[in-house]
């Protein structure tokens, strides 16, 4: 019997193969939501584009197995992403989920993975794509940001909207405030859209995201947990 267990979560557990630069907050948001069984699928390996990325202590911390693609060892970025995707192939990755990986994915490697690469990006998209959201949310005085999980395809934060969250910006607010304000939201949702994944519940089907077959409003239903 315990034979059939292993071999029945060997077959329905989805593998998951995470890319990071940084901190690596959603990584262990994810890393713990695979723990508690919040997320049936298994982080089978941690990329990353930064050998300092603390994110890659904390795969280590979980036994995670973690591979460093550097910029600096390829002649071009297609051929870095080129790496990247042998290794992910390699590994039989389901899904490929970008937690503050400040890479460009290449049109080869987005075309490659379609309907399998997850991305969050901390803002209302369309609004504030590209970096420095924060800076610029506050500075056109917005009253409220979030943040948006979307699926990628070849345009920079232009992939189907899966869930996005608000937050207000009070008056008062410090930048860090509003970082963390949304950074909360990012932990709690990115494990749940995460878990639809794994469970077959989310696709992408001709550009749109669906959850159960239904087509997902393009804003703030995240409380249907
Ligand atoms: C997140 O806030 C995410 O929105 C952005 O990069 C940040 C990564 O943070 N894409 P962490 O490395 O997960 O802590």
């Known amino acids: 019997a315990i034979c059939r267990l292993f071999f029945i ?5 989805k593998n998951i193969v995470v890319l990071i630069s940084g901190e690596g907050s959603n990584l262990q948001a994810m890393i713990d939501a695979c723990a508690s069984g919040q997320i049936s699928g298994k982080i089978c390996a941690v990329i990353s584009n930064n050998a300092d990325a603390y994110g890659l202590v904390r ?53 490659r993975f379609a309907g399998k690469i997850l991305n969050i990006h901390p803002s209302l998209l369309p609004k504030y794509s590209g970096l420095d959201t924060y800076q610029r949310a506050m500075t056109d005085g917005e009253t ?17 909207i899966i869930l996005q969250a608000k937050v207000p910006i009070f008056p008062e607010d410090e930048i860090e405030d509003v970082i963390a304000r949304v950074q909360e939201q990012e932990h709690r949702y990115y494990p749940l859209v995460i878990a639809w994944f794994c469970a077959d519940r989310l696709k992408e089907v001709d550009g749109k995201a669906y959850l159960d077959g239904k087509p997902l409003p393009p804003e703030d239903y995240g409380n249907e947990e």
Request: no cysteine; proline share 3%.
């Open 9 to 13: 979560t060997r077959v329905f557990m």
């Open 59 to 111: 795969a280590k911390k979980a036994g995670i197995p973690s591979f460093i693609f550097e910029r600096k060892a390829y002649e071009t970025y297609q051929a870095m992403d080129q790496a990247i995707a042998s290794q992910i192939e390699l590994i039989g990755a389901d899904l490929i989920v970008l937690a503050g990986y400040m890479n460009i994915l290449t049109p080869a490697f987005t075309q």
């Open 144 to 160: 409220e940001h979030g943040m948006t999980i979307h699926f990628v395809n070849e345009i920079v934060d232009g992939g189907s």
